[in-house]
């Protein structure tokens, strides 16, 4: 393999599976905050019925090994629910469910760590209970959650590389077809590792970014 | 839905095998872990160097070896000794040497954290008190630092011992390499894949219990 192969050739297959990377994550990313917030507010609600449960799978997924249930989705999805799913679609579906107990716990810890006070005051003040909510406890809870749900998504996408192993072709799958066609995997899995870091050290930079203003403004 | 009957003989059948692939999950994490923390100290020391270029090649360590993917180290590491080098590694040092880089990378973050915590009076104190610097290190900030990052070295023992499910690509006979192989060999895969997370379960979630316990009893004395 000689540069001009690998800018040619090389290059461009491994690019193309990261941008199937970002799709994958951006995709599963949004199943598992959306659902994430519904776990959240379930496990915060005073009902047993819908705490326990919420409760339950949060512990049960984050007690377990992604790998684990990628490969169960991928086997148990069809054969469940009768519909012939590509790899693609079962595997976001696993990441994005997994990813929910993960972005759930960071929603509820970022919620309970508000003052109780802060509501009460906003009460007192002749806030409507909404008006509470949407002015004074949601925008402290966003300030509080930006950073470990950016440390969540970078674990995201690390994960996404696992995808590999049922056969898509994003960029972890086509760093080892590409090793093993090119014969030459040092710089193959070399450039491979470093467009990873490219797609997730930006993010952990901006985590740590937010993470000190978060310290500042508290 | 489908009507779908199931049958947990096989996975039963096979739990002897899971267990089996449990003990090396097991035994990999005990070893990176034992490789790791030193390394971590060496590492944590580096990055609090008054030297620059230290300083920076253990920054440079930790921020890459915490944001790549496993499975890219684990797959270097398989391919690239072999057919770059001609040096042929087993499955397990394989994994044990990436296991090592990205846990000692975390480690190394969290006592780095753990000893900048410490009120810098403590060394000051103790220089004052007559010590040198080395041994103000090794007998005032260290064991403090130490008993504050106990709860989070304990984290990433439990996300260690999630990850090596990784290992199973590569060859390793883990427990969820046991459990891939079993769930195509007996065609029961939904039912040996479920008893192998609930295994992964019954082993991690007390351990994740534990540790909560522990970081209620460290906040509190302090």
């Known amino acids: 393999m000689d540069l001009e192969s690998f800018l040619r050739v090389f290059l461009p297959f491994l690019l193309g599976g990261a941008a199937l990377t970002i799709v994958i994550s951006a995709a599963a990313s949004v199943i598992g905050i959306g659902l994430g ?16 449960p919420s409760a339950l799978f949060v512990d049960f997924f984050r007690s377990t090994p992604f790998f684990v249930h990628l490969v169960w989705f991928f086997f148990a ?3 469940l629910t009768g519909l012939s799913l590509d790899a693609i679609t079962t595997g976001i579906a696993a990441l994005g469910v997994y990813s929910a107990a993960y972005f759930a716990e960071v929603f509820r810890t970022g919620i309970l760590a508000i003052p109780v006070g802060q509501r009460d005051a906003a009460l007192a003040a002749g806030m409507t209970d909404r008006q509470a909510v949407r002015r004074i406890v949601l925008p402290q809870a966003v300030r509080m959650v930006l ?19 049922l056969g898509v072709a994003e960029l972890m799958y086509r760093a080892g077809a590409a090793s093993q066609f090119s014969s030459r995997p040092l710089v193959i899995m070399t450039v491979t590792g470093l467009i990873y870091i490219a797609l997730t050290y930006p993010t952990t930079v901006l985590g740590s970014v937010l993470q000190r203003q978060v310290a500042k403004a508290t | 839905m489908l009507e779908y009957s199931w049958d947990w003989s096989a996975a039963v059948d096979g739990l002897p095998l899971l267990i089996e692939g449990l003990a090396v999950s097991f035994v990999l994490a005990l070893t990176v872990m034992t490789v790791s923390l030193p390394v971590s100290l060496i590492v944590a020391g580096a990055r609090l160097s008054t030297i620059a270029p230290i300083r920076f090649s253990a920054y440079a360590y930790t921020e890459m070896l915490r944001t790549l993917p496993l499975l890219v180290l684990l797959t270097w590491f398989f391919f690239v000794p072999g057919l770059s080098f001609g040096v042929n590694l087993e499955p397990f040092v394989i994994a044990v040497v990436a296991f090592v880089l990205t846990t000692s990378a975390f480690l190394a973050e969290v006592v780095r954290g753990s000893i900048q915590s410490i009120d810098p009076g403590q060394r000051e104190a103790a220089v004052a ?4 610097s080395w041994q103000a290190a090794r007998r005032v900030v260290l064991p403090q630092a130490l008993r504050r990052a106990l709860p989070l070295i304990g984290a990433v023992w439990i996300s260690l011992l999630k990850d090596t499910s990784l290992v199973s690509v590569v060859a390793v006979h883990d427990l969820m390499f046991e459990a891939r192989v079993l769930a195509v060999t007996v065609y029961r895969p939904i039912e040996v894949l479920t008893f192998a997370a609930l295994i992964y379960f019954v082993v991690t979630y007390p351990q994740g219990r534990l540790l909560e316990w522990v970081f209620q009893r460290v906040r509190v004395s302090e």
């Open chain 1, 37 to 52: 917030l519904l776990v959240a507010a379930g496990r915060l609600s005073g009902r047993a019925l819908i705490s326990a």
């Open chain 1, 77 to 79: 999805l069809p054969i």
């Open chain 1, 147 to 165: 950073p470990p749900m950016v440390n969540t998504l970078v674990v995201l996408v690390k994960d996404s590389s696992l995808f590999s192993v």
């Open chain 2, 129 to 132: 008190a007559g010590m040198t």
